[in-house]
């Protein structure tokens, strides 16, 4: 989920609806008292009337531009500023935790509805609007989602950069094993039906603490750039939740940039740049003062070839190994995915070409899987640049290593993960980026990768826990 997600309070408040109010009748009152003042007979406004007039609307927009100001978030940080829970109109009415609650106990906030108390109608839309189930297997429709993502979904602050998800990665990201087609959920013009909402939900198993549950992973909250004002993205939540109860599950997770109630780990973004100039021309990174772009781009230089012996791409016949040594490994966090079979694995860390990649390390004289990374493939519209269209970016995704001494590992981890730099370096890739979770921060620094002004937030839907460090975390949500 992204930063899209929103509270829905419509453009004006009540309070401000009522200081409207009271304006207006101010203004009337105004009219009033000037032309008393006036000449009677006069048959057209008097001067005086209309410079009372004139006062009190610019009194009255002076008003409302200081209302607007004190509603809105400031224009630096805003991602990161935590309002009061009675600002979240739409988030006070559903089962998460508050801002500042001391959670003394885990579980579910809300016992499970039973199924006949479940609501088996959709959610009333704006009347010029209608619900439509997406056929991700139907080109056509497929096309429509890129086409509504590409142009809607997440962008930086400064509007340069968008996600571009191509039919093939959107395809694995919602088409897991186990999928329901009812949980890729769009919202079309009545009139025209073009599609211009999206929600999905995917069935995961997440592991937080001691407890494991079978929820939906909530992504990809998509609502057309002229249409925020119409509050289609709270019912687009509550239509996905209503689709969720239906099939038994009561619990979500998901994340967003923005920090809504409540967040469960803040993460934050970090780049390594594999193509420095070109980040430098698109202004995804500027240059350092007093720094040569010929030192700048020997800096982030990395050799041709890979180190670690026995490296190789991943194949099928690996994902049995794999899958033990993931499970394995993740067994060190709080907050994890949990790969329960085979198919889970050959379906999310198998190499699919400009989807995802992954590499295993076979030790040479055993023949066994002992290590393994993997990265996807998302790169960004460049927007607006005349020499370049597309920034290519992977993210890192999962991985996992056998050694269970911390230094040991981490030295592990510094030489894996340069030759995954080196390997997306040698598939023309332009930027590597990751979060700070996992074992993230054993590298971050010796790998030259640098802070990004981004942050991710990870929530639970209807599940109360304690709060955890980034560094406990194990959930790579696309």
Request: net charge positive; with cysteine.
């Amino acid at each position: 989920m992204d930063d899209q997600i929103y509270d829905g309070e419509s453009e004006s408040s009540p309070a401000e609806k009522l200081r409207a109010k009271q304006e207006k009748k101010n203004l009337r009152k105004a009219q009033k008292k000037a032309a008393k003042n006036s000449s009677s007979s006069a048959p057209v406004m008097s001067p005086a009337a209309k410079q009372a007039e004139l006062q009190e609307k610019v009194r009255i927009l002076v008003n409302q531009l200081a209302i607007r100001e004190a509603m809105q978030p400031s224009s630096t940080g805003n991602s990161q500023r935590v309002k009061d829970m009675s600002s979240h109109k739409f988030w006070s009415t559903q089962p998460v935790p508050k801002h500042g609650e001391t959670i003394e106990e885990e579980g579910p906030i809300e016992e499970n509805t039973p199924h006949d108390q479940i609501r088996k109608e959709p959610y009333t839309l704006p009347k010029e609007f209608e619900w439509s189930t997406l056929e991700l297997n139907d080109e056509s429709e497929l096309n429509e989602l890129y086409t509504l993502l590409t142009n809607n979904y997440v962008e930086d602050d400064d509007a340069m950069f968008r996600f571009d998800y191509s039919g093939e990665f959107l395809k694995w990201a919602l088409q897991p094993p186990g999928y329901k087609k009812t949980w890729h959920v769009g919202v079309r013009v009545s009139a025209t039906k073009r599609l211009v909402a999206f929600v999905s939900g995917i069935p995961a198993d997440i592991r937080i603490y001691n407890s494991r549950q079978h929820l939906v992973e909530i992504n990809f909250l998509c609502v057309h750039k002229k249409l925020r004002s119409k509050r289609l993205a709270p019912v687009l939540i509550k239509e996905i939740t209503r689709r969720s109860h239906l099939e038994g599950i009561f619990q979500a997770v998901y994340t967003a940039g923005v920090v809504l109630p409540r967040p469960i780990s803040k993460a934050r973004y970090f780049h390594r740049s594999l193509n420095p100039k070109k980040l430098i021309d698109t202004k995804f990174s500027s240059l350092p003062s007093n720094t040569p772009m010929t030192r700048h781009v020997k800096k982030y230089k990395l050799p041709s070839e890979t180190s670690t012996p026995g490296i190789r791409p991943m194949l099928e016949k690996d994902v049995p190994a794999v899958r033990v040594l993931l499970n394995k490994y993740m067994s060190k966090f709080n907050f994890v995915a949990v790969f329960k079979t085979d198919e889970d694995v050959k379906h999310w860390i198998l190499t699919k070409e400009n989807v995802i990649w992954s590499y295993v390390v076979e030790n040479p004289d055993t023949k066994k899987v002992t290590d393994f990374f993997s990265f996807y493939y998302l790169p960004s519209s460049v927007i607006g640049n005349p020499n370049h269209k597309t920034v290519n970016a992977v993210y890192l995704f999962y991985y996992a290593v056998q050694e269970s001494d911390e230094k040991a590992r981490k030295s592990r981890l510094q030489f894996l993960l340069k030759d995954a730099l080196i390997l997306a370096k040698l598939k023309d890739v332009d930027v590597f980026n990751c979060l700070d979770i996992l074992e993230n921060k054993m590298f971050i620094d010796e790998l030259k990768f640098g802070p990004g002004d981004g942050y991710l937030n990870y929530y639970m839907y209807n599940w109360r826990c304690r709060e955890m460090g980034s560094e406990d975390v194990g959930v790579v949500m696309l």
